[in-house]
């Protein structure tokens, strides 16, 4: 009896001791099997970003810009057929999809890219990488389809769609007066077309249609200040006829020297508003001329000067980023 | 399993033994999960910088490096769309707008930049004396690009703001011949001036330099012109306009000196400040790569 509580005491114990030994190395085993588990499948994850699906979104954006071509010089060559916008836009339909295609293709690589690294949340240093190539290849993809998408409205500005070319009256009206009335008409429907492009999601257009904006609102105010530079200097012929009469009534008259003065003084002061009006003049119509001259290059500049600088922006930083997150994975998986 | 033998051994009579059983049974668990969990750390991350740690803060270098080229194209389009929404007139929500998402856009490439910075800092590879140092250097001299970058954004804000903006009225849409200009000049550079005044908060050395001297010049011709409007005659009213008008012609070419000025002062400084960068840059790099040979060498040895 008082050898039997002791046994069956220590028995127990025993047994007790072994199963935690087990489960605790049974635990700790599991531990670090998971752990380099989880290891392993980041790291195969990884070296998947890196090596497949950062390739596949630089192959996706190498098709955008050919895309792109294709459907601007397809859509003008419909257009010059001619055609009518919404024509041209028919004949260019299978261009224009095989960009979306483009675009869309280009979404899904980023969107792979975004999956392969938990959505690009995490605040590590690849994580920032991710979300800073998201960025600005988002940025990228969105001002190509702003192109693409407003182009025909770009396109159309000068054409019979919108009559901006109404604004070169020069040739056409008979005095200023009229030039400036054919001018104002003609920039209603001009400045409604140059608003709509404002709302382009493409930045070259947008900036482009404030400034032509501005310049419309320009050429108006000069119009009317050569329209009533001119009316004033009929008004001054007129005057000075009046004067003519006045000073032969007055030597007819042998009027006294005083009423000379006087109509010297009248002459003196309306020489001064002919001085005047003249300056107001050449200055208006210096500018006028200047701006109907400069309209062709501020369209030209779009695409010669700013969309291609907005292209090659994208070509600088997007290569970057990609660089940037390589090494950032890299760094990761350094052994 | 574990938990109803401990029970068992519980329930027989003689409580304290099996108290006592139970506290040593606890204190195996508890000593096997604190080497398990120091197994699981060690593996994890070892205490000694290892070569990984090396070849971890090289590219981390070559990361930081290469983010510098990104702020040229990133200023440059800020710069544009600023200009544009100023010199267009776009009104204060457009101008907001490009504040809000390219000026941000810039300052929030500079707190990346600088958390990569404070990443690299805390790298096991700084263990070495030598790597300590160079780093050090690295992240001074980059530190000052990134601090550049950043006064570059607030510089070209105000001067947009204010030579870009009320001041570019003076010297192009003024009739010099017209009757109203020494008023309308007036008016302008009032406006001009008070624009400039607000421009040089948060500016820098060089940046306030051109703001002053630009700001001297209109003044200058601000006061002429006033005092053609001052004038108690024709007679006296002409020779003031005359001698605005010959002052008129020098203006080129003092805000030419100015502008020379900030360009040459600016460039120098820029152009140092990426000097020490890229050799700060080439001394690091030259560091890491000694330690990876290290490393490799001791490698050799050891087979």
């Known amino acids: 009896m008082t050898i039997e509580p002791v046994r069956s005491k220590r028995r127990p114990v025993l047994i007790a001791l072994a199963i935690a030994v087990v489960v605790a190395v049974v635990a700790s085993v599991v531990v670090i099997a998971l752990t380099n588990f989880a290891g392993q499948q980041r790291r195969d994850s990884l070296a998947l970003l890196k090596d497949e699906r950062l390739t596949a979104l630089t192959e996706a954006r190498d098709k955008i810009q050919p895309a792109v071509n294709t459907y601007l010089a397809a859509y003008k060559k419909a257009r010059n057929v001619p055609a009518t916008r919404e024509d041209a836009e028919k004949n260019s339909v299978k261009e224009r999809d095989e960009f979306q295609q483009a675009v869309n293709s280009a979404r899904t690589a980023l969107s792979d890219v975004q999956k392969g690294y938990g959505d690009g949340k995490e605040a590590d240093g690849i994580g920032v990488a991710v979300a800073q190539l998201v960025d600005s290849y988002q940025a990228y993809l969105d001002s190509m389809e702003g192109l693409v998408e407003s182009y025909p409205r770009f396109e159309g500005l000068f054409r019979e769609d919108a009559g901006c070319s109404g604004l070169f009256v020069g040739s056409k009206a008979a005095n200023l007066r009229e030039r400036q009335t054919l001018l104002t008409q003609a920039a209603v429907p001009c400045r409604e077309a140059v608003n709509q492009l404002k709302q382009s999601r493409n930045i070259s257009y947008v900036e482009f249609a404030r400034t032509l904006d501005n310049e419309i609102a320009q050429l108006e105010s000069h119009a009317e200040t050569t329209a009533k530079s001119e009316e004033n200097y009929n008004e001054f012929v007129r005057l000075k006829d009046e004067y003519v009469k006045k000073i032969d009534d007055a030597t007819a008259r042998n009027a006294p020297e005083a009423e000379y003065l006087t109509i010297a003084d009248e002459l003196k002061a309306l020489n001064t508003r002919i001085k005047n009006n003249r300056s107001e003049f050449d200055f208006a119509a210096k500018r006028y001329l200047n701006g109907v001259k400069d309209m062709p290059t501020l369209v030209e500049d779009v695409f010669t000067k700013n969309v291609s600088a907005q292209i090659k922006h994208h070509d600088t930083v997007i290569p970057l980023r990609v660089q940037v997150l390589k090494d950032a994975i890299d760094a990761e998986l350094a052994e | 399993m574990g938990d109803k033998n401990l029970e068992e051994t519980i329930s027989t009579p003689g409580r304290s033994s099996s108290r006592r059983t139970a506290i040593i049974v606890v204190a ?276």
């Open chain 2, 28 to 303: 195996v668990v508890v000593a096997l999960a604190a080497v398990g969990l120091g197994t699981w750390f060690a593996l994890s991350r070892p205490a000694e910088p290892g070569r990984a740690d090396v070849v971890r803060l090289d590219k981390h270098r070559v990361i930081v490096d290469n983010s510098m080229n990104l702020y040229d194209p990133l200023v440059q389009q800020f710069s544009g769309r600023y200009s544009n929404a100023i010199s267009e007139k776009a009104g204060q929500p457009e101008e907001e707008k490009v504040l809000n998402q390219d000026r941000e856009r810039i300052v929030r490439e500079s707190q990346v930049n600088r958390d990569r910075l404070q990443q690299m800092a805390e790298s096991p590879a700084l263990q070495d004396q030598e790597v300590a140092e160079s780093f050090k250097r690295f992240k001074d001299q980059y530190g000052a690009v990134i601090a550049y970058n950043d006064q570059l954004v607030v510089n070209t804000t105000n001067i947009y703001r204010s030579v870009g903006g009320p001041c570019a009225a003076l010297h192009s849409s003024l009739n010099v011949a017209g009757e109203s200009y020494a008023q309308d000049y007036v008016k302008s550079a009032d406006e001009c001036l008070a624009a400039l005044g607000t421009a040089k908060d948060g500016a820098d050395a060089e940046t306030t330099t051109l703001l002053t001297a630009v700001e001297a010049v209109i003044r200058g011709q601000r006061d002429k012109q006033q005092e053609v409007l001052d004038s108690k005659d024709t007679f006296e009213r002409l020779s003031k306009s005359t001698i605005a008008g010959l002052a008129l012609l020098e203006i080129n070419d003092a805000f030419a000196k100015a502008q020379t000025t900030y360009e040459t002062a600016t460039k120098d400084k820029y152009s140092k400040i990426i000097e020490s960068a890229n050799s700060s840059n080439s001394e690091f790099e030259g560091v890491l790569k000694k330690s990876l040979e290290q490393f490799d060498a001791a490698s050799g040895e050891g087979k």
